[in-house]
Structure formats: structure tokens, C-alpha cells
């Protein structure tokens, strides 16, 4: 069975730092990728995903995700941080092909960006 | 907005109360999901709608009954709830459920069972 492991609950930067929100994922085969975020009382928000091509993927708000086959990880990255970072991140993984081919997600990680 | 709507935004309903949470999508997509938020845990799929069918149950509670009369709506019928029920539903649609495309989510209903 597929799975995500977002093994820290909270990150914490100062603004202006570099993020790193880490993802790990276990799948049959290639997998499909993605991450989202989640504001205060709002909905799961798509950032960016890695389907297939250059492990580098770009996303929203700057975000940018690095895809490592032999690490199995998706870790979120940002060069600089702002406060209006801070929210709920969550990592998903699907594999490319099978019958019963569902997104499964991680618990989330709260990112918090202080001033 | 996202063009998933969910109402209500918040709920508070007895054990024996029965209600039902609604979802709507105007995005054109053909598959439509319940997903379950409980803090510092994993989101749980519940349900999967595919065309109006449902093509996946996730070993959900009887009390927990959906319907999709059509592929812009999708209903979860709540009753007789448990407290360890009250959580953050989510409800997410998206262009096919077998291929490479993300969810789109709606901002969810926040349930109270007391």
C-alpha cells in the first residue's frame, strides 16, 4: 500500500531564511506527486506537483519541490521565507499506474514563519 | 474561491440529530471525493464518486451515507454520530480519478458532534 511520511510536525523559520518542508513516500512503481497547502479554516490549496522530466519542480508563491528516486522524497523548498508562509503543508503521492491508482496523503507539517 | 463550494461552513448536531453536508462543483469535473481532516492525522479518503458511481469505500461507518445525484453535486448524510466523528470534511473534485490531475478541495465543513 502507498504511503507518506511528513516526519516533522513543525518547521520554524525566521523570514528571509530558506525553507525546507521534507516528504517521503512509498509506492508500487513511478510515482505521481504533489503538495498542497491549507490557511486557517480554508481548504487544501494545489502548489505544485512532479509528474515526469526534470526532478525540479516550480510551483506557486515560489515554492519549489526537488524529486529524489532513490531518496523516495519530495522535500518542499523556498529561498526566502515570508510570514505569509506560515500555514499547514501536506504531501501526496499516487502511483502512475494501477487499477486503484487514489492520492494518498501525508498528517501535514505546519510551517511557522516568524517576523 | 476555489469552485467547490461546501455548506455548511460549520456544524454542531446532537448524537441523535440526522444532517447532511452538501458540495458543489461547477469545474466540469467528473469525479468527486470525501475526504475527513482529524489534527495531526493523515487525511482520510472516505469516498470516491467516478461519473455518479461510487468506486471506492474507504471501510467508513454506516452513518456516514453519501449520494451524488449528479457530477456537480455531491451529499454525505450524516446520523446517530459518535463525538470521535467531529472533524474537518472536506470535499474535493477533480478531471478523472486514474490519471496525473490534483484535487481541487473546497474550504470544508468544520462538525461538532456533542
Known amino acids: 500500500a502507498q504511503s507518506v511520511a511528513q516526519p516533522e510536525d513543525q518547521v520554524n523559520v525566521a523570514e528571509g531564511n530558506p525553507l525546507t518542508v521534507k516528504c517521503t513516500y512509498s509506492?508500487?512503481?513511478?510515482?505521481?506527486l504533489f503538495w498542497y497547502v491549507q490557511y486557517p479554516n480554508r481548504g487544501l490549496q494545489f502548489l505544485l506537483k512532479y509528474i515526469t522530466g526534470d526532478n525540479l519542480v516550480k510551483g506557486s508563491y515560489g515554492f519549489e519541490a526537488e524529486f529524489n528516486k532513490s531518496q523516495t522524497s519530495f522535500h518542499l523548498k523556498k529561498p526566502s521565507a515570508l510570514v505569509s508562509d506560515s500555514a499547514l503543508y501536506f504531501c501526496a503521492v499516487r502511483p502512475q499506474s494501477g487499477a486503484n491508482s487514489k492520492l494518498t496523503f501525508g498528517k501535514g507539517i505546519t510551517l511557522s514563519v516568524r517576523p | 474561491e476555489t469552485g467547490v463550494t461546501q455548506t455548511p461552513r460549520h456544524l454542531v448536531m446532537g448524537m441523535t440529530n440526522k444532517k447532511s453536508l452538501k458540495c458543489e462543483q461547477h469545474l466540469g469535473h467528473n469525479a468527486m471525493y470525501w475526504y475527513k481532516q482529524s489534527a495531526k492525522k493523515p487525511l482520510e479518503l472516505m469516498f470516491v464518486y467516478s461519473l455518479e458511481e461510487r468506486v471506492e469505500n474507504n471501510s467508513v461507518p454506516s452513518r456516514f451515507s453519501p449520494e451524488c445525484p449528479n457530477s456537480s453535486h455531491l451529499f454525505l448524510h450524516l446520523h446517530t454520530l459518535q463525538p470521535e466523528d467531529s472533524a474537518l470534511y472536506l470535499c474535493?473534485?477533480?478531471?478523472?480519478?486514474?490519471?496525473?490531475?490534483?484535487?481541487?478541495f473546497g474550504s470544508g465543513t468544520r462538525l461538532t458532534v456533542v
Open positions: 474535493a473534485s477533480s478531471q478523472g480519478w486514474l490519471v496525473n490531475y490534483g484535487y481541487t
Open positions: 509506492v508500487s512503481g513511478n510515482p505521481y
